[in-house]
């Protein structure tokens, strides 16, 4: 298989969607796992470079496959580029697809959450990125990696300082979490962060953790472990084809 011919079909937004490229890719994941770490290298090193090649499909389709595949080397790669205190990181990976990132990290991660934390924390990075770190970690709860008890007390952690009080989507994505799961240990962690304005109430409001805590615990996580929508890449085919 020669990498360079398979990459091309890669890499231009425009045009029919790689299906055959995609499983061939699946097919000999020996082999392209190492090129795949190489544009993401690269893509993280220079990303103005790829933005102005347009290959911007190529490093979106890496960060695919590499989930799928668990590629746990590609974690911190990936942590770094969506840590770049530019825009050029959603520039290239656009709204089509950060829906999936939060799934993308928790498949890479495969179960170390250190670089996820790095993320969240990290005050220069991408906004939308450090929410969809959060969102990792749910998604590792529901497949059953991380305890619900292990990332509550991580998010208690964000509450009580690691997260800088400023109005952001990641406190809309930790308040959600924690509702997800049961807010039972946080709720005056969550009244002092709408207190404070932290959240915009568009997206989340205060009568979502209340009317949560008036259900039974049980009920609330069976919910979650049931219907959640947070789930690791599994098939790459299927997952891009229906974001086209």
Request: hydrophobic share 45%; with cysteine; charged share 30%.
């Amino acid at each position: 298989m020669d990498f360079q011919e398979l990459s091309a079909k890669f890499k231009q937004f425009e045009g029919p969607f790689p299906e055959e490229a995609l499983l061939e890719s699946v097919r000999n994941q020996v082999q392209v796992v190492p090129e795949l770490l190489k544009v993401m290298r690269n893509t993280q090193e220079n990303p103005q470079h790829v933005i102005d090649r347009d290959d911007y499909m190529m490093s979106i389709y890496a960060m695919y496959l590499l989930a799928q595949f668990r590629e746990k080397e590609a974690c911190p790669i990936i942590v770094d580029f969506f840590s770049l205190p530019d825009e050029k990181a959603m520039e290239i990976v656009g709204d089509m697809y950060i829906e999936d990132l939060g799934r993308i990290l928790a498949s890479v991660c495969c179960g170390d959450i250190s670089q996820l934390q790095r993320l969240i924390e990290n005050p220069d990075a991408q906004e939308l990125a450090r929410a969809s770190a959060v969102e990792a970690l749910m998604v590792l709860v529901r497949v059953g990696e991380k305890s619900r008890d292990e990332i509550v007390t991580y998010f208690k952690q964000l509450f009580a300082g690691k997260l800088e009080r400023r109005r952001s989507l990641v406190w809309v994505s930790l308040v959600s979490g924690s509702v997800d799961l049961y807010p039972e240990e946080v709720s005056a962690e969550i009244d002092r962060a709408f207190a404070d304005n932290l959240l915009d109430e568009g997206l989340i409001s205060m009568g979502n953790a209340d009317e949560v805590l008036l259900e039974e615990k049980e009920e609330v996580l069976d919910r979650f472990f049931k219907v959640s929508q947070y789930s690791l890449i599994e098939d790459v085919v299927r997952e891009m084809s229906e974001s086209q």
